[in-house]
């Protein structure tokens, strides 16, 4: 017990050293600020359900009912990727996603695992899930230059959020966890394959069903038939 509670007070040292220094020169509550008031930032109201859905099913089903972590998907990410012998799932919330994507860079390291813990009890408690969730969104990488849902819909689809689809939801949702290989831009395959990983979660949380899963599958992709950069998108 002793090894233990020495062993807890040292990662809580690390992980509020870490964020402490992270947040010198700009504090967290700031760095929300500027996201916030960027251009094409996105309310949760003016979302498309099929984009919420997805996203909250890929990523972090239990969003809403949860802290800043998921100790259940903690140890449910354990499991998996025990069993599969190799690493599947990371097990973070969409709070932590939001507090490495705002606070840290994307090294991986046990010192800035840590401190994210820290970032993401800030955000929680300054902050709803709804707004968390913006955060989010409003924040996330979808590759070739382009940050925030709004962005993505007018790059990939040629039209705002608040109109996607469950065909183009589903994908945008899937881009996300890796955009350099599962762009459909880049890699129709496996961006369909990621697609159908992301529908397989909405029907597991009941939003969807397995007939609008083969539906959206056998649908074109629908991408626009041009995309532009330019400084209002990045």
Same mark, same amino acid.
């Given at each position: ?23 010198? $020169? ?26 919420? /859905? ?28 025990? #069993?599969?012998?190799?690493?599947? $799932? ?9 507090? #490495?994507?705002?606070?840290? @860079?994307?090294?991986? @390291? ?11 009890? $800030?955000?929680?408690? /300054? ?7 913006? &955060? ?8 070739? &230059? ?11 689809? &040629? #039209? ?22 599962? @762009? ?28 609008? #899963? ?21």
């Amino acid at each position: 017990f002793i090894i233990i509670l020495i062993g807890t007070s040292i990662c809580c040292i690390i992980g509020y050293s870490t964020y402490n220094q992270a947040v010198k $020169e700009k504090p967290l509550l700031s760095r929300i600020e500027e996201i916030t008031n960027k251009e094409n930032y996105t309310k949760i109201d003016y979302l498309s359900k099929n984009y919420v /859905n997805a996203v909250i099913a890929a990523e972090d089903h239990r969003f809403y009912d949860h802290g800043a972590i998921d100790i259940i998907g903690i140890g449910r990410a354990v499991f998996n990727n025990i #069993k599969a012998k190799e690493l599947q $799932e990371g097990g973070s919330t969409i709070t932590q996603q939001v507090a #490495k994507n705002v606070v840290f @860079s994307q090294e991986a @390291s046990i010192s800035r695992k840590l401190g994210e813990l820290f970032a993401s009890f $800030e955000l929680e408690k /300054n902050y709803s899930k709804d707004e968390i969730l913006e &955060g989010y969104v409003n924040n996330v990488y979808f590759g070739h &230059g382009i940050y925030g849902i709004e962005n993505a819909a007018q790059y990939f689809y &040629g #039209k705002s959020a608040k109109d996607l689809d469950l065909n183009e939801s589903s994908m945008l949702a899937g881009v996300v966890n890796g955009p350099t290989y599962y @762009s459909p831009l880049n890699d129709q395959e496996a961006a369909r394959k990621r697609q159908a990983i992301v529908l397989d979660a909405l029907i597991d949380c009941h939003k969807i069903t397995n007939e609008q #899963k083969e539906k959206v599958l056998k649908s074109d992709l629908n991408l626009a038939s041009e995309h532009k950069v330019d400084e209002n998108l990045a």
